[in-house]
Each structure stands twice: as structure tokens, then as C-alpha cells.
């Protein structure tokens, strides 16, 4: 989560004019993507298997385009919801007002500024701002429909038996992507459990209080950084594709199932020495992970 004040949304709103037009795109080629049905003829290129396109696309759909070159981002903003897109980061910062506080979603993407354009993901800007988009396969055709739900305030996951209230699309997406990174050969027990854990920190009052916020949290120590999940630090979190049973484990964890038995932590007695998690209680132990609390 990104904590700040309103001078960096007053700051991208006054840049609102200024974002770079450019030429076209090394990498990106010619597409078109119908909005309400209607096409719209923009570039486009392919990162991670998502489609990424110019920000200044999101002008067809009465969106508020721009670039804050204090910040270095593509700044959207679209009714009451504002995004910027740092520039070479995996990350997009966002908030509802003026006034209120910014967020940050970690992205399977990086915001790339080329031919004086900066990319941002497609179906990911276009939901935050509460759009509706599809791309089928078939006629290799996208499609976004404005008068979609917003996304942002109604995608939610209910998550009141694990206790955790609700999580966004982002949380869901990021809990699915770690848990087959730290458990994808391991059970649908185990994997269940390694969900589990995670949402058990969220709960706790030591730890983040979000879901993303506990999976990519690094803490400093005589200044070493030390990353909670090693996922996150190896940058497998980005490569994996999340099975059915993995997405089904974490839907069940979600509904306040718990085979680790209230553990915050896990590890693999064979790949860590590290003293702070051996200290932990064991709870149980399931295919190659111990957990504790």
C-alpha cells in the first residue's frame, strides 16, 4: 500500500496534458479493439501474455489521460478512480478521491515507456476503472463495454469465515500465483494450508493487514532485506500459472478452511536454516512443509 498525501494526485492532475504522443511503438503492432461496439484503432504489444496498449487509449472510453513527470507516470482517471503507472515498474497506485489514501497492486506487467508512449496493461487498467473486457480467442478480437460494473468497488471475494472481511480481484489473483509457487507440487492439503497461512497473518496484528501487503512485504534487519516468501525474491511468483486445484485450494481457505492449524509461517526442513522460523511451534506438518506458529 502506498501512503500519500494529496499533493501526488493534485500533481498528476495538473500533468494531465502533458503525456508524451510519440511515434509508433518499436515491439507494438496495429490493432483494434471495439469499444461499445464501436472500433477503435490503437497499438498494441504483448507482455506476459497480457495485452498492453498506450494510455492514452483510455481517451475512447472518456477517460482523463495524462503524465506526471514529477513522478514519472502515466496518470487514468475516470470518474472518482485515479491510477498512475510508474514507468519500468510492476506496480499501479491508485485512489477513489482526492482526499483519500493510495494504494498499490503489484502487476504480472511492467509500464513501458516506448517511442515516448507508456504502455499500461490493458484488461487491468480497464477494470479498475470500471469497465467491462473480453477478449475471445476464437476471433482473437477484445471487446470493453462502458457500462460494466465498477470492478474496483464490486469485484470482491467474500472471505468473512476466514475473517478477513473481503479481498479485491488483485488479492485473489496474487494469493493464487503464490500459492502454486511455494505449494504447486505439494497436496491439494497442503496447498490449502499454504493459503491458510497467509491469511492467518493477515489476521494477525504483527503483520500486514492485507493480502498483498503480507505477500510482498520485505523487512530490514542491519540492512538486509529479507523477504517473507522466496517466491517474491526469485521472481517465480511472476511465472507460474496457477492450476485448477490450486485456485480451488485457495477458494477453500478462503471459506475458512485451515490444515495448518492457525500456523503463520511454513518451511521446508530441508531447504532453510534460518533460526527465526525454526524457533516457531510446529502444528503440523503436511508433504515437504512444516508449519507453525
Not at 53 to 61: G, M
Not at 256 to 281: C, H, L
Request: charged share 20%.
Amino acid at each position: 500500500m502506498v501512503k500519500l498525501s494529496g499533493k501526488l494526485l493534485a500533481a498528476c492532475l495538473a500533468g494531465m496534458l502533458m503525456l508524451p504522443t510519440g511515434l509508433q511503438a518499436a515491439g507494438a503492432s496495429k490493432t483494434t479493439i471495439y469499444v461499445d461496439g464501436k472500433p477503435v484503432t490503437t497499438s498494441m504489444m504483448v507482455q506476459n501474455d497480457r495485452q498492453m496498449v498506450p494510455a492514452a487509449f483510455f481517451r475512447s472510453v472518456k477517460a482523463s489521460v495524462g503524465w506526471s513527470p514529477t513522478y514519472r507516470s502515466a496518470v487514468v482517471s475516470k470518474s472518482k478512480i485515479t491510477i498512475g503507472f510508474p514507468s519500468g515498474a510492476r506496480v499501479a497506485d491508485y485512489t477513489l478521491s482526492q482526499a483519500g489514501q493510495w494504494k498499490r497492486d503489484h502487476l504480472m506487467t511492467k509500464s513501458t515507456n516506448v517511442g515516448g508512449r507508456v504502455f499500461v496493461p490493458l484488461a487491468y487498467t480497464a477494470k479498475k476503472l470500471g469497465l467491462s473486457v473480453h477478449f475471445d480467442a476464437r476471433t482473437k478480437r477484445t471487446t470493453i463495454s462502458t457500462s460494466g460494473s465498477n470492478q474496483l468497488l464490486a469485484q470482491s471475494v467474500a472471505a468473512s469465515a476466514a475473517g478477513i472481511g473481503s479481498v479485491t480481484q488483485e488479492d485473489l489473483m496474487w494469493l493464487n500465483q503464490v500459492t502454486e509457487a511455494e505449494a504447486g507440487g505439494e497436496s491439494y492439503k497442503g496447498k490449502v494450508a499454504v493459503a491458510a497461512t497467509i491469511l492467518n497473518r493477515v489476521k494477525h496484528p504483527e503483520w500486514p493487514k492485507t493480502i498483498q501487503d503480507t505477500i510482498f512485504q520485505v523487512t530490514k534487519y542491519n540492512g538486509v532485506s529479507y523477504y517473507q516468501y522466496s517466491p517474491v525474491l526469485d521472481k517465480r511468483i511472476y511465472a507460474v500459472t496457477p492450476s485448477a486445484e490450486t485456485k480451488k485450494a485457495v477458494q477453500a481457505a478462503l471459506n475458512g478452511e485451515d490444515p495448518s492449524k492457525g500456523a503463520i509461517v511454513f518451511y521446508n526442513p530441508d531447504k532453510t536454516d534460518n533460526k527465526w522460523v525454526r524457533s516457531k511451534k510446529t502444528t503440523v506438518i503436511i508433504g515437504n512443509h512444516v508449519f507453525a506458529k
